[in-house]
């Protein structure tokens, strides 16, 4: 085995991710959620969803609308997953994920989103309990390639670099916080659900180009 790793060793992608602030600058320049279009509210929900969370396509697919599963509380939401996660193991699995809104700026809050983007798709989802689910019929719940599409997509309009893909969201969003000097790497650990640091600097935390971290700091861990 040991010889395998060393012919190919498991490698991050890529040695440097993307500036978060490009997603938040292409998200205020289309306007309010109420002025959004359904496809456009779903693509801004789920990039919000997955900077926000740091956390794989794959337990931004689990999030449920049920209530013994997802808790409007003033102004937060907090969801428990209800499906075992691909990191989960004995004796350590995901907490539950707490989305705070975001005062300062409206146009990125992820409780406003959320709220206009539950009511919005009420009467589409039928029997559907996914939070994400299909804009056009036959209506259902998005699947995990329909999700990795999304976000795919509006990296591609806000100017992220072709090479990175839709689980690049995990890396930008983690390195963004670290690099910003202001969040401890305990909850950066915690919010996206590693128990080991090693984890998160060998195959997560990434140079920043161009650096503009500030931004993040404030517009996204105020809102976890």
């Given at each position: 085995?040991?010889?395998?790793?060393?012919?190919?060793?498991?490698?991050?992608?890529?040695?440097?991710?993307?500036?978060?602030?490009?997603?938040?600058?292409?998200?205020?320049?289309?306007?309010?959620?109420?002025?959004?279009?359904?496809?456009?509210?779903?693509?801004?929900?789920?990039?919000?969803?997955?900077?926000?969370?740091?956390?794989?396509?794959?337990?931004?697919?689990?999030?449920?609308?049920?209530?013994?599963?997802?808790?409007?509380?003033?102004?937060?939401?907090?969801?428990?997953?209800?499906?075992?996660?691909?990191?989960?193991?004995?004796?350590?699995?995901?907490?539950?994920?707490?989305?705070?809104?975001?005062?300062?700026?409206?146009?990125?809050?992820?409780?406003?989103h959320l709220d206009q983007y539950i009511q919005r798709t009420s009467e589409l989802?039928?029997?559907?309990?996914?939070?994400?689910?299909?804009?056009?019929?036959?209506?259902?719940?998005?699947?995990?390639?329909?999700?990795?599409?999304?976000?795919?997509?509006?990296?591609?309009?806000?100017?992220?670099?072709?090479?990175?893909?839709?689980?690049?969201?995990?890396?930008?969003?983690?390195?963004a916080a670290a690099s910003s000097g202001l969040i401890p790497t305990d909850i950066?650990?915690?919010?996206?659900?590693?128990?080991?640091?090693?984890?998160?600097?060998?195959?997560?935390?990434?140079?920043i180009v161009p650096d503009t971290t500030n931004s993040f700091s404030d517009a996204?861990?105020?809102?976890?």
């Amino acid at each position: 085995m040991k010889g395998i790793f060393e012919r190919k060793p498991a490698l991050p992608r890529h040695a440097d991710t993307w500036d978060v602030s490009l997603i938040f600058n292409y998200i205020r320049a289309q306007g309010t959620v109420e002025e959004a279009s359904l496809m456009g509210l779903t693509l801004r929900t789920t990039v919000l969803l997955a900077l926000l969370t740091g956390q794989r396509r794959q337990t931004i697919y689990s999030l449920d609308i049920r209530e013994e599963f997802m808790l409007r509380n003033g102004s937060e939401y907090k969801f428990i997953l209800p499906h075992v996660q691909k990191h989960t193991r004995p004796g350590h699995h995901q907490k539950p994920l707490l989305l705070r809104a975001y005062q300062e700026d409206p146009l990125i809050c992820i409780v406003k989103h959320l709220d206009q983007y539950i009511q919005r798709t009420s009467e589409l989802r039928g029997s559907c309990t996914k939070l994400l689910t299909v804009t056009k019929p036959p209506y259902g719940p998005a699947s995990l390639d329909t999700i990795s599409r999304w976000l795919r997509t509006i990296l591609t309009a806000s100017g992220v670099p072709v090479k990175f893909s839709g689980h690049s969201t995990r890396s930008a969003s983690t390195s963004a916080a670290a690099s910003s000097g202001l969040i401890p790497t305990d909850i950066i650990l915690r919010n996206a659900g590693w128990t080991s640091e090693r984890t998160f600097a060998v195959f997560y935390q990434r140079d920043i180009v161009p650096d503009t971290t500030n931004s993040f700091s404030d517009a996204v861990y105020s809102q976890t």
